[in-house]
């Protein structure tokens, strides 16, 4: 996005246009924020296509229900200006407080000053805007999870292996938190060296495209990691397309249910599934807390779980109820 369309949507928030799309109604109303007014909480979500962003959506609004809350959700499809219009309309129907997951790096930090100077608490879900945090961060401790994806692949390698990253959007906190943790175990093993590494913005099929390059480019790939279980999945398509003997090792992030499902079937090696649904509780748990004017730890960080494809009864049990 370009300076001057970040400007531009800076200057919409100013305006304080309300707008309406793809936002959607769910739940009863009956806790009161500090002023007595029933609480109501808009969830901006980055792209319900994903079923990462979907886990939470849906733990958004059984959390919410079962407290009395009304939640009002839009989702941005990916884009961020879309995004920006859309909290701008929460801002004008002057909800109690904002569950936000960024679509993007870039102008993330936009919609969270113009809530600020409304006075509307944001809570920052998966994704943070570093210019702007909002008044709590809620993710996986990506930078610890990676780190222990890593030291598993180390450990398969028996330390030695080449080995080409699919990464997120690049500059999002995810990507950026992911790339950290795993070059940390790369870095106590000499023998692990990254050949090549290029964006596929978490997509599948942008996934396998990149992968499909990188087989071309580089015959000697031991190792396949999708930054999100989608990209490992598009990985998967393309070296299983290419007949690479031996295959290589592919592991993911995420634990979406694609990705636990693939690493069931053995599809793909490992993943590590985060807790959606603890992370959506704790969402409008903190929204709650912040509507009356009480207070919430700044970061939130919770543990991921390391899946592999030798434990098929762990992965029924992600299936059958995600954590």
């Known amino acids: 996005m370009s300076t001057r369309k970040i400007a531009v949507l800076s200057l919409a928030f100013a305006a304080a246009i309300p707008l309406s799309a793809c936002n959607r109604d769910s739940s009863a109303t009956s806790a009161a924020d500090s002023g007595g007014k029933p609480v109501v909480i808009g969830l901006a979500v980055a792209n319900l296509q ?21 939640v009002q959700v839009s ?3 990916g884009d961020s200006a879309t995004q920006v219009n859309q909290i701008q309309d929460f801002i004008s129907r002057q909800v109690s407080a904002i569950i936000y997951i960024p679509a993007g790096a870039t102008a993330a930090g936009v919609p969270v000053k113009a809530a600020q100077r409304a006075n509307i608490p944001v809570i920052n879900v998966d994704r943070n805007a570093p210019d702007a945090p909002g008044k709590t961060f809620i993710a996986t401790d990506s930078v610890a999870a990676a780190k222990t994806l ?7 390698q028996g330390g030695k292996g080449n080995i080409a990253i699919l990464q997120g959007q690049i500059g999002t906190t995810p990507q950026v938190d992911r790339q950290k943790g795993f070059q940390e175990a790369l870095n106590a093993a000499p023998g692990m060296k990254v050949i090549a590494q290029q964006p596929a913005d978490w997509a599948q099929d942008k996934g396998f495209n990149v992968a499909q390059d990188m087989i071309q480019a580089h015959q000697n790939i031991n190792v396949f990691w999708g930054q999100a279980d989608a990209m490992a999945l ?8 290419a007949n690479l003997n031996p295959k290589p ?21 490992a993943t590590m599934v985060q807790q959606t649904q603890l992370m959506g ?38 299936l059958a109820k995600h954590p």
């Open 50 to 70: 994903a079923d990462f962003f979907n886990q939470i959506k849906q733990s958004v609004e059984a959390e919410a229900s079962a407290k009395g809350v009304k």
């Open 75 to 77: 989702d941005a499809g």
């Open 150 to 156: 890593g030291d598993w692949v180390v450990k398969q």
């Open 234 to 241: 598009g990985a998967a398509q393309a070296a299983s397309n």
């Open 249 to 269: 090792l592919i592991v993911g992030f995420d634990g979406d249910k694609a990705g636990i499902q693939a690493v069931r079937d053995g599809k793909i090696d």
């Open 281 to 318: 509780r704790l969402a409008v748990d903190a929204a709650i807390k912040l509507a009356k004017g009480e207070q919430v730890p700044a970061q939130q960080l919770q543990t991921a779980t390391l899946l592999t494809k030798a434990d098929r009864a762990k992965a029924d049990e992600f």
